[in-house]
């Protein structure tokens, strides 16, 4: 099969990711770049995945044109557009089957598999990359707190304590993440890809109980608790699949009734947990 994917959507770069690794053509496109038929034209594919930021005139021109083209709309559908097959939205329609999206589809080609390294290995760890400064300073007691407990920092964005250790690269972070006993995400947006990582996380946004925390005393209580008995991080594993690009290309086929290509990817997302 072959798929097309307007770059621009919420989730495009996630599922072509997705797409990739279970083997199909998928290309992406940016439709400010190249018209839609020009770029139709050179791929011709099967199923064409288009957004709000896609050109409404260029996609019925191509529908005129191509009257089997088969549309995929990400998102909510405008009604400039061409009528999809399908629609990948929390607004339900009758006017056609929707598939629900996730507020944030995790990518994970971001996952690097690694093994534990001494050389890295610490209690507690923490990435910067999206911390700011406001956040910084409006969580200054829990900063405090774990710098006290001997946190290491990694990340893009510095900060100046004796405990911030530099950035650091995919490779390098999924080698913290696996040599840590601990890795704590303040911030909420690395909880997929750490416990997926095989690493044990704490996180303000955790879909599990038993990994979030509200406060500095919760996160304390949390810490010493895992220190001493490592967590069983399974569930926590497929709750971060559920929200997958490989999960939503699981539904996309099945109402495509692909059947062959719902089994490879259910093998995909099994490999993760």
Excluded at 160 to 175: I, M, Q, R, T
Aim: proline content about 4%.
């Amino acid at each position: 099969m072959r798929l097309l994917l307007e770059s621009k959507g919420i989730a495009s770069h996630a599922v072509h990711n997705a797409f990739v690794k279970g083997g199909l053509e998928s290309f992406l496109w940016n439709n400010d770049e190249a018209g839609i038929i020009d770029v139709y034209d050179q791929v011709k594919p099967d199923i064409i995945i288009i957004n709000s930021q896609c050109k409404a005139d260029q996609c019925n021109a191509l529908q005129s044109l191509e009257p089997s083209a088969r549309f995929i709309f990400m998102g909510d559908w405008d009604n400039r557009f061409p009528k999809p097959i399908l629609c990948l939205s929390n607004t339900s329609s009758d006017t056609f089957p929707t598939i629900p999206l996730p507020e944030r589809i995790f990518d994970t080609s971001m996952i690097v598999n690694s093994f534990f390294d001494n050389k890295v290995a610490c209690q507690i760890s923490m990435f910067t990359d999206m911390i700011n400064d406001n956040f910084l300073n409006s969580n200054t007691e829990v900063i405090n707190m774990l710098i006290s407990m001997g946190v290491r920092m990694f990340g893009n964005v510095k900060i100046p304590v004796p405990n911030y250790l530099g950035a650091v690269d995919h490779e390098l972070k999924s080698k913290i993440i696996v040599s840590s006993d601990i890795c704590i995400d303040l911030t909420g947006d690395m909880w997929e890809t750490i416990a997926l990582s095989n690493g044990v996380v704490l996180s303000t946004k955790s879909p599990l109980e038993e990994f979030s925390f509200k406060d500095t005393g919760a996160l304390n209580q949390k810490i010493q608790q895992f220190l001493k008995s490592r967590p069983n991080t399974s569930s926590l594993k497929m709750l971060a699949m559920e929200r997958s690009g490989i999960s939503l290309c699981i539904e996309l086929f099945r109402f495509l009734q692909a059947q062959p290509l719902v089994e490879n990817f259910i093998k995909m997302r099994q490999s993760f947990v």
